[in-house]
């Protein structure tokens, strides 16, 4: 079946960078594209970053552009999420989602705070 693992949050103070990385396995990886979510407390779950299945095209909320990156590596089945210039409200569980197969990874925590 599908699983997806989410890994890298932390507690970063505002200005720093993490790299999240999410480990798919039980699809044929390559055939799928992936993007990144997350929620804040007491918030709905938001869109961050998407890519598509071969890597070649990228889209980013407007709240993190320029400041996020999202790549994959398909040979090792994983998608990465480089975050930079953190800020307080970047603050969330952010989650991994495959969009071909409707799945959701259990989510990592990232808080940004001083």
């Known amino acids: 079946q599908v699983q997806l693992v989410e890994s890298g949050g932390g507690l970063v103070q505002p200005g720093g960078s993490l790299r999240l990385s999410c480990a798919a396995s039980g699809f044929m990886f390559s055939s799928s594209a992936m993007s990144w979510y997350r929620q804040a407390p007491g918030k709905e779950r938001e869109f961050v970053a998407t890519?598509?299945?071969?890597?070649?095209?990228?889209n980013y909320a407007d709240s993190v552009k320029g400041r996020f990156t999202i790549s994959r590596d398909n040979a090792k089945n994983t998608v990465l999420l480089q975050m930079n210039s953190l800020k307080p409200e970047d603050t969330a569980v952010y989650y991994c989602?495959?969009?071909?197969?409707?799945?959701w990874g259990q989510g990592t925590q990232v808080t940004v705070s001083s």
């Open positions: 989602y495959a969009a071909r197969f409707r799945s």
């Open positions: 890519i598509t299945n071969g890597g070649s095209i990228t």
